[in-house]
């Protein structure tokens, strides 16, 4: 904890002194307007920093600046581009401290967690570095009177609208393929953690990314965001957030026909029958919901249990939930830290009354709690007698909070878990294999782990089904979506 202290101190205190810029064509530039807006400690408040508060004036700028840069970095060498984006994991790496430093302070994240972040972020820059020269790869599927050739190509800038949650790593996730596909970007990080974002536009900038391939306008979803979802220039948004919020940008972007790629929200059921490794399911469903602050996606925040052994399961799991260890986000004792903003902390905090309301049990947690710092700390929670049709079995709270729901037999575990308007995850425990590819085949989500919590494998497709995302990305999906498919037929 010492150590992470005197490390924060220094980048904290050049954070204070210089602010942070946008970074357009290569340039540290504040806002056209002037303005700015504040990024807050979630762990006791104080200011972090000011940030440029983007306007569409700078967005414009941007995007010219993506458009301008677009063809040199499209005809670019695969063998070249692919130097670069791993030139850009090897800086990932020389700073993974710093980042993971920064992003617990500007996220509320635990530092046992984010300690991996940046090594993720340096995969992600690697696993895409390898795949550039593959990038334009495609078909030929000759016929009687013709060779018939697809290839691909880049369709050109591309917006990338991240959220607060990880956000170092969902940037270099999104934005890795998009570079790797030959695309220039346009970044639009949260405004509630606009840090890392900043930090690896730098980082990218000094792995020698030619200028304008890679640009970064902070401020406001409705104002900065909003105007990348409209801008002619821009040609794809990869948006990850809320679904209502992925709702607005396909409205917003309609007018200009941008294609679209969204990873939203969740409400993902773990399910758990009575003849499963119950020892490994109770680790993975601890796992699942109270790591991240449960402030992930892919978390598993309904457990749903079949009766035969739910007082046994349930009797354990309160005994886990109640020692989780709330703390310092750089405390790498920490299992849960404060939520990222106190909006959201009042948010997260809102749904104890409604478990109240709806006739469910608090078994463990449901307040407000007091830790170091003073922030927006919450005590994990667990509900327990809960029926599928109330609000903490339907809404995404996105906090540490786990809802139980007990269930009698398969066909009623897949009911129930398929009866929300979500469908990115789903975890399926039991020993029987006919059964756990049976649930897997009924289940409406995108992504499926039986007999493991989220193990992330970069090639396979990530993505959600229903109000929970549209597209997919991982290995070629990602070029799918950051490319155009062209077809050539010469007559033979
Ligand atoms: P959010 O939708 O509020 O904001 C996400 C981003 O969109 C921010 O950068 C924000 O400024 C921007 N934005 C807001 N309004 C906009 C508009 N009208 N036009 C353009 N941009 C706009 O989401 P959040 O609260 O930051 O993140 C939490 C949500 O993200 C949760 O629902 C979570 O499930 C989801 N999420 C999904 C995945 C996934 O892979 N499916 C991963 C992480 C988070």
Redesign the pocket.
């Known amino acids: 904890l010492k150590a992470n202290h005197e490390r924060a101190a220094p980048l904290l205190k050049a954070l204070r002194a210089d602010g942070i810029g946008h970074r357009i064509n290569g340039e540290v530039v504040a806002a056209s307007s002037g303005e700015t807006f504040e990024t807050t400690s979630p762990i006791d408040g104080a200011l972090l920093a000011t940030a440029a508060r983007g306007t569409k004036e700078d967005i414009d700028k941007a995007a010219k600046a993506a458009h301008d840069a677009f063809k040199a970095w499209r005809d670019l060498a695969p063998a070249a581009r692919r130097k670069l984006l791993h030139g850009i994991a090897d800086a990932i790496e020389d700073h993974a401290d710093d980042i993971a430093t920064l992003e617990c302070i500007d996220t509320g994240q635990a530092w046992r967690f984010m300690s991996k972040a940046a090594v993720r972020g340096a995969e992600n820059f690697r696993f895409y570095a390898d795949r550039c020269v593959e990038a334009r790869d495609g078909l030929n599927t000759p016929a009687e009177e013709h060779w018939n050739i697809s290839t691909r190509v880049p369709i050109g800038p591309v917006g990338v609208?991240?959220?607060?949650?990880?956000p170092f790593m969902?940037s270099t996730w999104k934005i890795a393929p998009a570079l790797a596909a030959g695309c220039t970007v346009v970044h639009?990080?949260?405004?509630?953690s606009p840090i890392t974002a900043d930090l690896l536009a730098k980082l990218a900038k000094e792995a020698g990314l030619p200028d304008g391939v890679l640009n970064t306008v902070h401020g406001?979803?409705?104002e900065a965001?909003?105007a990348?979802?409209e801008h002619p220039a821009i040609k794809a948004i990869a948006?990850?957030?809320?679904?209502a919020?992925g709702s607005?940008?396909m409205a917003?972007g309609a007018k200009t026909l941008k294609r679209v790629h969204f990873?939203?929200?969740?409400k993902n059921p773990v399910i758990v029958f009575d003849d499963a490794d119950l020892d490994r399911a109770l680790d993975a469903v601890v796992f699942m919901i109270y790591s991240l602050n449960g402030e992930r996606?892919?978390s598993s925040s309904r457990l749903l249990i079949q009766s035969s052994v739910a007082d046994k399961f349930i009797e354990k799991l309160v005994a886990r939930v109640k020692a989780l260890k709330i703390g310092h986000p750089l405390d790498p004792a920490t299992e849960v830290g404060p939520l990222i903003h106190e909006r959201h902390h009042a948010k997260v905090c809102s749904y104890f009354d409604v478990a109240r309301k709806d006739g469910a049990t608090i078994a463990v947690g449901g307040k407000a709690h007091d830790g170091p710092g003073g922030g927006h700390y919450v005590q994990p929670t667990l509900v327990i007698d809960a029926k599928p049709g109330m609000r903490v079995a339907q809404e995404?709270v996105?906090g540490p909070f786990l809802t139980v729901i007990p269930f009698k037999d398969e066909a009623e575990a897949i009911a129930i878990a398929n009866d929300v308007q979500y469908g990115?995850t789903g975890y399926v425990w039991t020993a029987e294999m006919g059964r756990a590819l049976r649930v897997a085949d009924a289940l409406e989500a995108g992504m499926i782990w039986l007999n493991s919590e989220n193990v992330r494998h970069l090639p396979t497709p990530?993505g959600?089904m229903k109000a929970?995302?549209i597209g997919r990305d991982g290995g070629d999906y990602s070029f799918d979506f950051y490319m155009e498919t062209k077809h050539v037929s010469l007559a033979k």
């Not at 639009?188 to 509630?192: F, G, T």
């Open positions: 609208i991240t959220p607060w949650n990880t969902l639009k990080p949260a405004e509630w406001i979803g409705e965001g909003k990348l979802t948006f990850v957030g809320e679904s919020t607005a940008i917003q990873e939203l929200g969740g996606c892919t995404e996105f990115l990530f959600g929970s995302g």
